[in-house]
């Protein structure tokens, strides 16, 4: 995985709550085997107007956003479907961070596991950093993972808490099943526990 | 040990070991494994020459691509074929067992888990699909995970999760006739909103989840992530066990007996305390149907269509506004009016024989209207079958309905089942977000006796009064 220390970036603004993963990437992209590529779906039907033509109102589709790498959006971003092809999505896009008040549980994780840090701010910050990407050009703010900071041009500071392992693997770009095959004998042990108690946890799924 | 929930039990019994931040390593019981969200992870395991753990702790099954027309002709779509060859031929590398589209156990993966006894109670389930939240009807804790994911719990029969909040969703006294387990959870998603379940598993209680059948628990529990939960779980009582018992992969004899036991008494201790509860009437919960591009823009069915402008708050108006404009329905009108194009009744939500034979009351003798075309897919090869012996196909197929091969079909719309921009339907499926069904599609979640009835209709109807 990609490590994250500090991304330093444009913010594109996607002024929308409860942006599902089927609006981040639409069905008809996800029948691939490839996890590359995939910037194409990104946000596939609000990118284009009914006609096919370019929606001028989105984010991607205007010059002052061509070159972010940090989304900002509003609550519970992500929601709905499990789907990881929506963060290989952004990331193929160049998205390395994400702003909201809240994400929906499987789509943070899934950040996680590909280099995207996703950073819950509360609703008054996320509004305060809307009003200026709307009021200046090209827009352009920190999010400093190793001190847990998002740092304004204009001198605000607004920290944000994550959760120390993952902060950890996060920063170092480890591999997460590389870290778990470490605790071998851990699991092993669990297993031998477990066959003895719930031994019915342990037949197969062959019949 | 003090008083427990039922989620804190089965989590308690899964931690192989903890981080100092409380991140914990959880042990995975069963795994399901479909055709979108897997290739990339059996990929991952080659490319760093790795193995399953377990390969017998999982099964895997084609579902979201597969055409639901005669499978003799095979898959027109070579993105979609290839996506069902990969998945089969990755079975076979790695040793996971799998039903094939011509295998009649095939079906949506969220059937064939409790259908083969793969989900039992206790478990900890998860697969690269959001409703997996469908198995905790057993009392398991079951969620959906990222293809990341699934590559870690293939190579490590682990997760690496921190404990989520838990939250009690009360339902106390009785349900009116003809509401169903579909119109509860939509009412409960209404009442916290689709981000109300956030970095929380939720116990349903009450008397009014006692009473449903494992398939009603099964709808309940499935669209507990469009609330935005974690999980949703039901403790397990004679019910869970009656249904477990006899399946191809529940255990048998003297272990049986053992696990039984054991379930039994995987319950929340009286004391024990959540972090969240929500209350509501059965009495109070008519018949829903959404309006909206998400399943928390619900209503009842003798309700009307909201006004953005009765609403004070500028971005629910907006998001009101949008939404409208989005489903091309005019402001205040009542739901019964909404006329529709195509009615489905199938998905992992409401596809089982339960729902189906619900359906098929609403529709004996009588004639799906000229104007909509309506489909029934079944959940699985094998609820198909049932569904043919107690005659149920023929009761559809006579009413003008068509009767489908088992999958996901229009739930998703990945396969060939897919709505044209500004086809309206009634569906008992599970989302209801923009495309969804279709680019320009519009879904309205119901019941499958609110589909079956408005199939008949032609619009919505209220079936509390609907002969």
């Given at each position: ?56 109102d989105f984010f991607s589709n205007q010059s002052r956003y061509q070159e972010a790498s940090i989304l900002l959006t509003r609550d519970n971003f992500g929601c709905g479907s499990s789907r990881e092809h929506a963060p290989w999505a952004l990331l193929d896009y160049g998205i390395r961070s994400i702003l909201a008040p809240s994400f929906a549980d499987i789509f943070y994780n899934n950040c996680f596991q590909n280099g995207i840090l996703p950073v819950v701010l509360t609703a008054q910050e996320i509004q305060t950093i809307f009003d200026r990407v709307l009021s200046k ?71 | ?307 953005p402008a009765d609403i004070a708050d500028e971005k629910l108006r907006l998001a009101t506004q949008r939404a409208l404009d989005y489903m091309g329905l005019q402001p205040g009108i009542p739901v019964c009016d909404i006329q529709l194009d195509r009615v489905f009744i199938g998905s992992c939500t409401n596809s089982r024989i339960e729902d189906l034979r619900v359906a098929a009351k609403y529709v004996q003798g009588k004639r799906v209207s000229g104007k909509v075309k309506a489909m029934v897919v079944p959940g699985s090869g094998l609820v198909k079958q049932q569904a ?80």
């Amino acid at each position: 995985m990609q490590a994250f220390t500090t991304v330093s970036g444009i913010v594109a603004p996607l002024d929308r709550a409860d942006v599902d993963t089927d609006q981040i990437i639409p069905k008809q992209y996800l029948k691939t085997i490839a996890r590359t590529g995939l910037k194409e779906g990104l946000f596939a039907d609000w990118r284009q107007q009914s006609d096919g033509t370019p929606n001028p109102d989105f984010f991607s589709n205007q010059s002052r956003y061509q070159e972010a790498s940090i989304l900002l959006t509003r609550d519970n971003f992500g929601c709905g479907s499990s789907r990881e092809h929506a963060p290989w999505a952004l990331l193929d896009y160049g998205i390395r961070s994400i702003l909201a008040p809240s994400f929906a549980d499987i789509f943070y994780n899934n950040c996680f596991q590909n280099g995207i840090l996703p950073v819950v701010l509360t609703a008054q910050e996320i509004q305060t950093i809307f009003d200026r990407v709307l009021s200046k050009e090209t827009y352009q703010i920190t999010v400093d993972l190793p001190e847990q900071v998002v740092l304004l041009p204009e001198g605000e500071r607004y920290a944000f808490t994550v959760d120390s392992f993952r902060k950890d693997c996060m920063v170092k770009g480890l591999d997460g099943i590389g870290l778990t095959l470490k605790h071998e004998s851990a699991i092993s042990d669990y297993e031998t526990r477990r066959s003895q108690e719930a031994p019915w946890l342990f037949q197969n799924s062959t019949t | 040990m003090g008083s427990q929930t039922l989620f804190e039990k089965i989590w308690n019994q899964h931690v192989v070991r903890e981080e100092p931040d409380g991140t914990t390593l959880l042990y995975i019981d069963r795994h399901l494994v479909h055709e979108v969200t897997s290739p990339q992870a059996f990929e991952g395991l080659r490319l760093a020459g790795r193995t399953p753990r377990r390969a017998g702790a999982a099964l895997a099954v084609p579902d979201h691509n597969v055409p639901t027309t005669d499978r003799k002709q095979g898959i027109s779509d070579p993105m979609s074929a290839l996506q069902i060859s990969t998945l089969e031929n990755n079975c076979a590398e790695f040793g996971i067992s799998y039903f094939g589209m011509e295998d009649i156990r095939q079906g949506i993966v969220h059937v064939i888990g409790p259908e083969q006894g793969l989900t039992l109670p206790g478990m900890t389930i998860v697969c690269g699909d959001s409703h997996t939240s469908t198995h905790g009807a057993f009392g398991a804790l079951a969620f959906g995970i990222g293809t990341s994911e699934v590559e870690h719990v293939l190579a490590t029969q682990c997760l690496v999760q921190k404990r989520p909040k838990t939250m009690e969703i009360r339902v106390e006294g009785t349900l009116p006739d003809y509401c169903s387990p579909k119109d509860v959870i939509l009412a409960i998603i209404g009442r916290i909103g689709i981000g109300g379940g956030i970095g929380q598993v939720v116990e349903y209680t009450g008397s009014v989840i006692r009473s449903f059948s494992m398939e009603g628990r099964m709808t309940l529990c499935n669209m507990s992530i469009e609330a935005g939960a974690r999980a949703g779980l039901v403790s397990p009582d004679e019910k869970t066990v009656a249904y477990v018992k006899g399946r191809p992969l529940t255990p048998k004899g003297e272990m049986f007996e053992q696990a039984s036991q054991a379930w039994l008494d995987l319950k929340t201790d009286q004391g024990a305390t959540f972090d969240n509860l929500v209350e509501l009437r059965g009495e109070n919960i008519p018949p829903q149907v959404t309006w909206g591009t998400n399943p928390g823009m619900v209503t009842d069915v003798n309700g009307t269509v909201p006004n953005p402008a009765d609403i004070a708050d500028e971005k629910l108006r907006l998001a009101t506004q949008r939404a409208l404009d989005y489903m091309g329905l005019q402001p205040g009108i009542p739901v019964c009016d909404i006329q529709l194009d195509r009615v489905f009744i199938g998905s992992c939500t409401n596809s089982r024989i339960e729902d189906l034979r619900v359906a098929a009351k609403y529709v004996q003798g009588k004639r799906v209207s000229g104007k909509v075309k309506a489909m029934v897919v079944p959940g699985s090869g094998l609820v198909k079958q049932q569904a043919e012996e107690e005659g149920l196909d023929r009761v559809f197929r006579a009413a003008g309905f068509e009767w489908r091969e088992p999958g996901c079909s229009m739930c998703l719309a990945m396969n060939a089942d897919v709505l044209t921009p500004g086809e309206r339907c009634a569906s008992t499926s599970n989302r209801n977000f923009e495309g969804r069904q279709g680019k320009g599609g519009r879904t309205h979640l119901v019941s499958p006796a609110m589909a079956a009835a408005a199939a008949v209709a032609g619009h919505f109807v209220d079936i509390r009064d609907w002969a």
